[in-house]
């Protein structure tokens, strides 16, 4: 398909995910709560007008992933290095498969959903590149409509500067750019507490999927 959605995620082993959120609520939970975010990231975001690709780590558990994401998406091993460089690798491996418009998500936010994915492809339609800022200074999307490698050459990766600095370069390249409305990660105990208030609230009641994460979150606070 001409537009195509990447999602960056991890198998969700304990130790190894969310290690920020288990200084304090324990690698355990930590992992079986990312282990709840990732398919419902896919199963919210999921539309007929856009190809998802799930982008995974590590590579030697491909057919864990597989199991875990029940196959419903394509998968594809990220390729090794920081950040930056795993990133420029899966945009250039998309591009070269015929996509024109390829957006990029993480997994710590179980709130984005395909009205929000619209939107950034929709941004493309008049701009070389569109970001989606977090609250804590990252981006939780970016999409471009051909490769540019320099906008992930980035020394300032896990900081609250990562959207100014992509902004900048985004901006050095002479890049037509939209900026969507802020939104949220998952990295901090205080951040999960803000997302189960949200949770509660009667917009996402009816959700069962939601509900699900809501229960397990508010049984964790709970004995945690």
């Not at 001409?2 to 304090?24: M, Q, S």
């Not at 057919?63 to 394509?74: D, I, R, S, T």
């Not at 008049?126 to 980035?154: N, R, T, W």
Request: hydrophobic share 40%; proline share 4%; charged share 25%.
């Amino acid at each position: 398909m001409k537009n195509a959605l990447i999602i960056f995620a991890k198998y969700p082993e304990p130790g190894k995910v969310k290690t920020r959120l288990a200084k304090t609520i324990g690698n355990v939970n930590a992992s079986k709560l990312y282990e709840l975010f990732v398919p419902l990231i896919i199963k919210r975001t999921k539309s007929d007008n856009y190809q998802t690709i799930v982008f995974f780590d590590p590579g030697e558990k491909h057919e864990q992933v597989k199991k875990w994401l029940n196959g419903e998406v394509n998968l594809f091993a990220q390729s090794s290095g920081a950040l930056g460089e795993r990133l420029k690798t899966a945009f250039a491996q998309i591009f070269s498969l015929g996509s024109e418009k390829v957006v990029v998500i993480g997994s710590d936010s179980p709130l984005l959903d395909q009205a929000m994915i619209d939107q950034a492809f929709f941004a493309l339609d008049k701009s070389d590149c569109v970001i989606g800022p977090s609250s804590d200074g990252g981006y939780y999307l970016l999409g471009i409509k051909k490769p540019a490698p320099e906008l992930f050459d980035l020394n300032v990766w896990s900081t609250n500067l990562v959207f100014v600095k992509t902004k900048q370069k985004a901006m050095k390249l002479n890049y037509k750019l939209s900026i969507l409305d802020e939104h949220f990660d998952i990295d901090e105990k205080e951040d999960l507490l803000f997302l189960n208030n949200k949770l509660k609230s009667a917009n996402y009641s009816s959700d069962g999927d939601l509900n699900k994460l809501r229960d397990f979150i508010s049984n964790m606070l709970k004995s945690s």
